[in-house]
Every structure is written in C-alpha cells, then in structure tokens.
C-alpha cells in the first residue's frame, strides 16, 4: 500500500506532535506515523515539566533574577560543554516561547502557582503539567493534530527511509508487523523517534556501562530505531556514549518514581548506614554514580507531610504511591525510629541524621552537601522513606542536527529531505541533560522542523 504526503513525521512523542501541527498549520499534507498501539511515547510518561526562563509563574511567585542566559549557562555546563553552543543558545532563546505556545495554541494547562528546581538549575524554572505527568501535553498536542485533521497510522513501523538521487524522499513501514505500507514525502521526513534506552544491545555498542544490570525508565519502543535508519543514510552520530540514569527509579521496575519530586522540594537522600552522601540537588549523573557506590548500591529519600505540602506529590501519584507501599518499597512512620526500622537502618545515626538536616535548615547553611535551595526542617512527621536505584533515562548522544533541524552527514551537509527533533539528536543535552529540559528541547525543535519544512516548495 501507498499513500502519499508532503511531510511524514515518524513518531508521536511531543516533538512529533509539535513538528506535525506546525507542517500541517504552514498548508502541508502531513501524516504521523507510530509504531505502537498508542501515541505519546516517552513524552507521556514522563513528569511532563519544561524549563521556560522568566515564565509567569516565576513572576506570579516573585521569583526574581532568572534569565535565558543562566538557563543557557546552565544547561552548558551541567552537559560538560558538550551541547552545541548555537543549538543550545536557540533552546534557550526559544523556551519560553514553547511554553507559551504550549500554553496558548495547544491549550495546556500548566499548574499556577508551582515551579520545580530540578538538579543542576540556578533557579526554579520549570513548569508542571497538571497531573504532574506529559500525560497533559500529550491529550492535548493529541486533540489539536485530531482538530487538524492529521492522520496518525499507529502500529506502523518505519523500518527504512527510502532514498533517491540522493534525497530522502520517503519511509517504508509495517503495519502490525503483517503489511508492508510506503508513505512518499514529496518535500520531507521528520525522524522524532526518541533516544534508543530501553535497547540494551545499542547501550552497550556505546558505552559499556550501562548493560542489563541497568532497568530502564522508558517505554518499550525507545529503540534508537531513528538513529539506526538515518545511520544508513550516512547520518553523523554524536555525544552516543553519554546515557543518563535517572537516580530515583523502582528497584523492581525501573519505573521513574515521580512521588519522590520532593526531593525538589527538601527530601533528603540517605544510605543503608542512614548517612546522607550527596547533595540532593546535584546533576542526575552525579547523584546515580554516589548511589551505586553506597552499601547494595542503592538509596533512601526520606520526607515528610511539610514537604509534601509544597511539592505535593502524593495527591499527584496516588497510583504509584499505593503500589510502592504494596510492594513494600514505601513506608509512612509517625517518628524517626519507626522510620529506621522498615528498612533496618541504624536508628541512632539516622537520627543523627535528620537532626543535622534540621539545624541546617534553620541556618539555611549546609555544611555537609551545601544544598543549594536550602534543606527543609524534618522535626516533624509523619514521614516518608522510599528505597530507589538509578535506571537508565535518557540518551543524550544522536544525530547531528543544524539550526533547521536538517539532518548532517559525515562531512557536515545537510542530507536533503531529512529532518529530526527531540531525544533522538545528540546535539543540546551534551554529557548530561538537565530536570525539565527534554520538553523544552523536543517542542523547541520539534516545531522548528515542523515550521522549516512547512515552508519547502
Ligand atoms: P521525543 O521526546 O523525542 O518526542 P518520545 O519518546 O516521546 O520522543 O516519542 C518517540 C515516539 O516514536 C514513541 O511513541 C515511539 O514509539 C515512536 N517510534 C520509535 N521508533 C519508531 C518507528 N520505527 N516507527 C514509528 N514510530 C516509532
């Protein structure tokens, strides 16, 4: 079967919504096309947040001095300076705008009146999703492609890009692994298909580490499926070795545990021994490596009901919050020695612990890990204790993408008809991404390709 398009996105994450919606608003005849029975991908399952400097929330909430040059520095440095510098000056540049179209166009509700420090940020910048999740952003990037009238072909499976004259002028794809489909691109194909987490084989072909001892937070279809099919069109790969863990993830399912949010908001972290070892706000590849290195290699975020009243994540997660408790990875205690003896940690350190926590957040100085918001007073409970590992997130490295977002050869050209956007590019994240910077990354992106190849004759 053939069906033919001006622009075909390949896959339904928020870049492959927003790339599709801006093609098809610039007069183009677009079609998305998923491998799976749903749409949303990673995009979905995920906290949803996105970093937008000088958003109206912070104003709202009188947070004063943020600016795109610190979210730029930021995002610079926490990646080891491995980002491309123009690339990442048009995210930071741009951030802002996402959320606002986001906000306006596409009719998400972010929360009013509450922002996120993720690790590594200088100020609170990120905005939350209500619900806390990308479920948000998808329901409704998914409403405005459905007012749009762009067909989504889900359980269709890009399996090559088809070449000709040296132009990427379509995809070959199965459609429930029982029929061949070919969709023509008369002017482009836009690559959104996510990073490549869940695909153990491709991990370790790139960096060793990160075999199948390592779960994964992703979904079953974070192949590296994009990378692979503009590899064979001699697409540049780049940053492939830099694969993120995310540190707070379930022991049993690798799932992100998003009730632990509040760890933004004061939750401390502590060893088997009940000592802290790491300040709570560091990078996320920082915080996975000195979990791993603690006795049994993972940790303890303990909270309690003040902290939760700022982050509130338990009326978020309700769900997740019941299975850890039945699984038993969760307890809630009313004091410091119920607490300890769930997880059989040494009541007397333990407490000595949280007794540090307490006097540092009072002098609003923490001698031990200089947390940088400030550690919140844990003297009353009751109180939280969840065990969590490191499990593999994200995968920074990717194809080599300009400021169209045209796909690059080997020798830096851009290969005709190729497009790409979100976390299959390897171009933003650098070594390491930042808490709210995939959302702002994939809409950013993801709307420019959407907006360049809307303008293609
Ligand atoms: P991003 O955050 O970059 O938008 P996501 O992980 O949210 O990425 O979304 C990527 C989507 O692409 C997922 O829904 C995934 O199932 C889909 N996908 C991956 N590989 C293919 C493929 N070969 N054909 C069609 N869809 C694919």
Redesign the pocket.
């Known amino acids: 079967k053939t069906n033919n398009f001006d622009v075909v996105v390949?896959?339904?994450?928020?870049?492959?919504f927003s790339a599709a919606i801006e093609a098809k608003e610039a007069g183009k005849k677009v079609a998305i096309?998923?491998?799976?029975p749903t749409?949303?991908?990673?995009?979905l399952i995920s906290g949803g947040e996105m970093n937008a400097p000088g958003n109206w929330v912070q104003k709202k909430l009188k947070i004063k001095g943020d600016s795109v040059k610190s979210y730029y520095q930021d995002t610079m440095k926490d990646g080891d300076n491995l980002g491309d510098p123009k690339m990442v000056h048009i995210l930071a540049n741009n951030a802002l705008g996402s959320a606002k179209w986001l906000r306006d166009d596409i009719h998400v509700n972010f929360i009013k009146d509450q922002l996120f420090q993720f690790g590594g940020h200088s100020y609170k910048r990120a905005l939350i999703p209500v619900g806390h999740t990308g479920q948000e952003l998808v329901t409704k990037l998914d409403k405005k492609a459905t007012a749009l009238k762009i067909p989504i072909y889900t359980n269709?499976?890009?399996k090559s890009l088809i070449k000709q004259n040296g132009r990427i002028v379509g995809v070959k794809a199965r459609y429930q692994d029982k029929k061949n489909v070919t969709f023509n691109a008369k002017n482009a194909v836009i690559l959104?298909?996510?990073g490549f987490g869940s695909n153990v084989k491709m991990r370790t072909k790139y960096n060793k580490e990160y075999d199948k001892r390592y779960k994964s937070t992703d979904?079953a279809?974070?192949?590296g499926?994009?990378i692979v099919m503009a590899q064979k069109v001699g697409a540049k790969l780049t940053n492939m070795k830099y694969i993120q863990t995310y540190p707070i993830a379930n022991p049993k399912t690798g799932m992100i545990s998003l009730l632990a949010d509040t760890r933004f908001d004061g939750a401390i972290l502590v060893n088997q021994e009940g000592n802290r070892f790491v300040e709570e706000l560091e990078r996320r590849d920082v915080i996975s490596k000195a979990i791993l290195k603690q006795t049994g290699g993972y940790t303890y975020q303990i909270w309690n009901d003040k902290i939760d009243g700022i982050s509130k994540t338990k009326a978020a997660h309700k769900a997740e919050y019941n299975e850890l408790i039945k699984e038993g990875l969760l307890y809630k205690a009313d004091s410091i020695d119920e607490l300890a003896k769930d997880f059989k940690i040494d009541p007397t350190t333990l407490k000595a612990t949280i007794k540090k926590v307490n006097r540092y957040a009072k002098t609003g100085k923490d001698k031990d890990f200089h947390h940088r918001a400030g550690l919140v007073s844990l003297a009353k409970g009751p109180y939280y204790i969840e065990k969590a590992v490191p499990s593999v997130h994200h995968t920074m490295g990717g194809l080599v993408i300009n400021e169209k977002t045209e796909v690059l050869n080997q020798q830096g050209k851009a290969i005709p008809g190729l497009y790409a956007a979100?976390?299959?590019t390897g171009v933003i994240q650098g070594s390491n991404r930042l808490g709210g910077n995939?959302i702002a990354d994939?809409i950013t992106f993801g709307r420019i390709a959407g907006q360049t190849t809307g303008k293609l004759k």
């Open positions: 390949v896959g339904s994450g928020g870049g492959g096309i998923e491998k799976m749409v949303g991908g990673n995009t269709t499976k890009a959104t298909t996510g979904t279809g974070t192949q499926d994009g979100g976390e299959l995939a994939i």
